[in-house]
């Protein structure tokens, strides 16, 4: 944590929930990527924690954009930067809703065209800025007000459908471990070219959990399973972080599931059917990162 700066880009008047962890990771990110950086936010939950205006909790130019379109205004204004000889981190911040699913599209295309920017996905697994709905993000079992008995259907594989576009530089991380975020962020805007991060969020008033459990709640997540740390740099995967000790001995899913009220419908065949899910996708990732497949 010692080569963290001290510099705040992100100021203390926000207006996020308590124990927010996608204000936590936004604080982290501005901080990798230094002054010279504009964010292109669609509408999340980020829209609303930068306070009423006309005041701002922001300390850098933000654009707020259209729900879909965060990664064709990142893909415009790259592209304007460039022309001008400016090197200007352009970052878009965007939840999983506008990712997953409603900008996934604007975010495909931009991959394909070989835009020079950043896609950071802060992942909190539903629309939480519009009142707990499911998103493609939100895990088998999970309540939302939407699947008020809990969902039935497994997440979306975004990583997947991001590897495919073959990104100079991808990763995952999780509010919980902000050394290897900061890391993460700082190698992704060290290279230019198409990049991404997809970043757990726990969030205490859409998982049903006390706000002071959130750092908690993200290294449970990590020692289980659920969400593993890796970087895929030009295609190579390599697990990093504490998943390399979770690789090793992992927890069982119930022990991060059982501590959130959004699974309290969670039946016993959808933990088995998470825990097998999980199983399959560590042995693969592992098999991945030595060469196997």
């Known amino acids: 944590m010692a080569e963290i700066p001290e510099e705040e880009y992100i ?3 926000t207006s996020a929930c308590a124990g927010c962890s996608a204000s936590l990771i936004l604080r982290y990110v501005t901080k990798a990527a230094g002054p010279d950086t504009v964010l292109v936010v669609p509408a999340c939950c980020t829209s609303v924690i ?17 729900f879909a379109s965060a990664a064709a205004v990142a893909s415009g204004m790259s592209e304007a930067f460039r022309a001008e000889g400016k090197d200007t981190n352009v970052i878009c911040f965007a939840g999983d809703g506008g990712t997953v699913d409603i900008g996934i599209q604007a975010l495909s ?3 394909e065209r070989g835009t020079d920017f950043l896609y950071i996905c802060y992942d909190n697994e539903a ?7 499911r998103s493609g993000a939100t895990p ?3 309540r939302t007000t939407t699947t008020p008995a809990g969902k039935t259907e497994f997440r979306k594989d975004l990583d997947a459908i991001i590897a ?7 990763a995952t991380a999780c509010s919980a471990y902000p050394d290897d975020l900061y890391k993460k962020i700082k190698k992704a805007l060290s290279v230019p070219g198409p990049k991404f991060m997809h970043v757990l ?3 205490p008033p859409g998982w049903r959990y006390p706000s002071d459990k959130t750092i908690d709640m993200g290294k449970l997540a990590v020692k289980s399973g659920m969400w593993v740390l890796y970087e895929r740099e030009n295609g190579k995967l390599s697990i990093t972080g504490a998943s390399k000790a979770a690789m090793v001995k992992r927890i069982p899913v119930l022990d991060y599931i059982k501590v959130q009220g959004r699974f309290k419908t ?11 899910s999980v199983d399959l996708g560590i042995e693969k990732l592992k098999k991945e990162a030595e060469g196997i497949c």
């Not at 009423?52 to 259209?66: E, F, G, H, L, Q």
């Not at 016993?268 to 825990?275: M, T």
């Open 140 to 142: 088998l079992g999970a």
């Open 164 to 170: 495919a576009h073959n990104p100079v530089y991808m």
């Open 266 to 276: 969670a039946t016993e065949e959808d933990i088995e059917a998470l825990q097998k």
């Open 50 to 66: 930068q306070g009423i205006y006309p005041d701002t909790a922001m300390n850098i130019p933000v654009y707020n954009v259209a």
């Open 109 to 111: 295309g931009a991959l």
């Open 201 to 203: 969020a726990p969030c």
């Open 127 to 133: 629309y939480s800025n519009t009142g707990m709905q």
């Open 11 to 13: 100021l203390k008047t």
